[in-house]
């Protein structure tokens, strides 16, 4: 186990409905990267906080935005949900915003958009 | 062309086979290199950080040439618990944006 937790496991919206993610990091971690990954695909970057600031985000639109809280958890929201918004989506804690870090995924939440 | 591009697979392998994966990356800034494994339905965990000079685990021999933009994993004597999806991840800026591969199945067979 790697301390990373996330809720809810699961979760069915329809268009248009909003979401929210949430991790708790890893004790001593203060830096979260969140991905989406599709079914055969590899996890793709959507942002990382570092110590309560936006730290690097990927190809996402607007519409997908975090926050990051003092105890280092974060929340993914995700507004005007589409279809193609179905996924995995991961979140991983690190010690640091270093290149050489390793970062620690938790289990995931599984969204479903109808 | 996409970021991170993996040998698409399946693998299938009998037990004991030595199998390399490879992955070639196109951003020649990107920094550091690293393989995860990832098992049927559960999240990434890191197998092995990728250096310039090559890097061994046990079984698991990590390559990075940085001059053809190419990386390689080498599993040898393949254990039926080394069945997984083989994730190729660079990290192309100064903070942790990894780009992952699509990932690259393996399944070990007795």
């Known amino acids: 186990e790697t301390g990373v937790t996330q809720s809810p496991t699961h979760l069915i919206k329809t268009r248009g409905q909003q979401v929210t993610l949430r991790c708790s990091s890893q004790s001593g971690h203060n830096t979260v990267s969140w991905y989406q990954q599709a079914l055969g695909q590899g996890p793709q970057f959507i942002f990382q906080?570092?110590?309560?600031?936006?730290?690097g985000r990927g190809n996402f639109p607007p519409r997908f935005s975090g926050l990051q809280f003092p105890n280092y958890s974060s929340e993914l929201n995700v507004n005007a949900l589409e279809l193609d918004d179905s996924a995995l989506y991961l979140c991983?804690?690190?010690?640091?915003?270093?290149?050489?870090?390793?970062?620690?995924f938790g289990p995931g939440t599984r969204l479903l958009v109808l | 062309r996409k970021e991170v591009e993996q040998d698409p697979g399946p693998f299938n392998v009998p037990e004991g086979a030595t199998v390399a994966f490879n992955c070639t990356y196109s951003n020649s800034a990107s920094q550091s290199f690293f393989w995860y494994r990832q098992d049927c339905r559960k999240e990434p965990k890191l197998l092995m950080s990728v250096y310039s000079s090559g890097n061994e685990d046990g079984r698991f021999t990590a390559q990075l040439n940085r001059a053809s933009q190419y990386i390689s994993l080498l599993i040898r004597d393949s254990k039926l618990s080394d069945s997984a999806t083989y994730l190729c991840v660079v990290n192309i800026r100064n903070n942790n944006d990894m780009r992952f591969g699509a990932g690259t199945r393996l399944t070990v067979k007795p």
């Open positions: 906080y570092y110590r309560e600031e936006e730290n």
């Open positions: 991983a804690s690190s010690r640091t915003s270093g290149i050489q870090e390793t970062q620690y």
